[in-house]
């Protein structure tokens, strides 16, 4: 059994299968849409439209590059807030046309910088959790490699969220938490076990509803054992949440946030 | 695995030293000590029950900053913690608070935090960093919940998400506007992924607030940032700021050891929050309830008794 910060890394491998190849290889007649029609293109946020076992959909994903030139080019899969108000254009239209909604998740977090603070960061993600947890139609999100904070969750407000098995979700990195609750950012493998950030973890917290194994080493070792156990699983999940009245979705996904907390009173 | 490893695997690049200058220099600034709190409170040679302004220098008396906590010099905003802010909106009397016994639990069975809540509560007189409740500002009955600076610097945990979510729920069931005083240094880290989620708990109760098409205002008060901003300081139908309070999402460290640059002095500050779009009006403390009041009136809501 791996240790938590051996899943740190898994998730963080730069080999680690990223949201376009899992787009590829799941959808059929994927069209990649850009823009957010406001400001700019925000190559870290990639969407579109696609087939789902003859189902339209609207799919959303965090990319991360495999080499230096791609990493530039998505900044390292940390989106600007253009990046969030682009996936937040493609969930209304998917609304509008009532299609169902796939989040792939894979990002260390927000980017932290100039631009996207007089951009407005915190907004970007505010609206995009406000959005996604009253939006009529069926949601779900997956973390493919790292759930980075906010960052990750202006794309996981949804129906239901999975975990591939190596990912990570966490409010910070076990470096950044070390670093600020214990002034050491060398305790970071400590930091990991205790912050409850693997797919194991976060299953026993209930805080996601599902665990997609991957290959031993992770899912770059067998890509379409991961990819094609996601694929079944996506397609039947979508059946089953779009046999929900709308009312009845929204009033669980409401009640699936809603609980989250611990407290005595 | 170690730092420059990490990164030679991860970037493939094989500039060791070049890494090796990189990793340093984000080392040093994660090993900065982050966000002391603030200057005011640091005790210099001042003689008791008087306070050095950390703007004009000026020493004084403590009972000049009145209840508004202003400086009489130099007009800077000290900050003011809940229960003082709710006397300063709230009619007299009419407060009813919410959830008075709510306290924190320890999701992640984090060392220390209980202790540190328990610490943190005696010293503030405080069970956690909000208040809710329901008051009439200028006879308009509305829900108000107040953030606290003092109590571990605002920050969000399950008692603030848990709080917060609420009041929008109570003021959704009646009808009822809300208002809501940021300022939160972010989530509570020792509650990790818990907190985390207060984000989206208290946003879908926002939207249940909003679909019912009763009113939000925001008042962003120093320091709104972190997990706060990313998610109801910024939801607000109506925002206003308090002059000169710090707003933003991430870090200044951050932002400066990602771009490695030493950042202006007007960044995230209200009066940029303004300038870039992000809130709606800058109001002087003075003047707050009273604009309230107006914003209150003009969306129609019935007026009881002052």
Redesign the interface.
Known sequence: MANAFDRV?IA???TRPTARDYIEHIFEDFIEFHGDRGYADDKAVIGGIADLDGTPVTVVGIQKGK??EE?LEVNFGSPHPEGYRKALRLFRQAEKFGRPIICLINTSG?????G????????A???N???L??IKVPTISVIIGEGG??GA??L??TDRVWMLENSV????SP???S???W?D?KRYKEAAD????TAQD?YE?R?IEKIIKEARGGAQNDFGFTANLLKNSLEKEIKTLSEKDIDTLLEE??NR??R?????? | MSLIDNLKDRLKVSDVEGLKKKAKAIKDIVSNKPGKNEAEEKKEEVPAGFIKCPDCGNIIEKKDLGKLRICPKCARLFRLNAKDRIKTIADEGSFEEFDVNMEAKDPLNFPGYPEKVKQTQTKSGSKDAVRTGVCTIGGYRTVLAVMDSTFMMGSMGSVVGEKITRAFEYACDKSLPIVVFTCSGGARMQEGIVSLMQMAKVSSAVARHSDKGLLYVTVLTDPTTGGVTASYAMLGDIILSEPKALIGFAGRRVIEGTIKQKLPDDFQTAEFSLSHGFCDAIVEREKLRGVLKRILKLHGYKKEAE
């Open positions: 890394k963080r491998k730069v080499t230096m990493n927000a980017y932290c910088g100039v996207a603070e007089e951009r407005g960061q915190g907004e993600i505010a609206k959790l406000f959005e947890s009253h904070s906010g969750l202006a996981a407000v979700y966490s409010v910070l470096e950044g938490f670093s600020i609750l002034k950012p205790v912050m409850k950030l976060l917290l805080i996904r409401y946030f809603r989250f907390g611990e407290f005595t009173e």
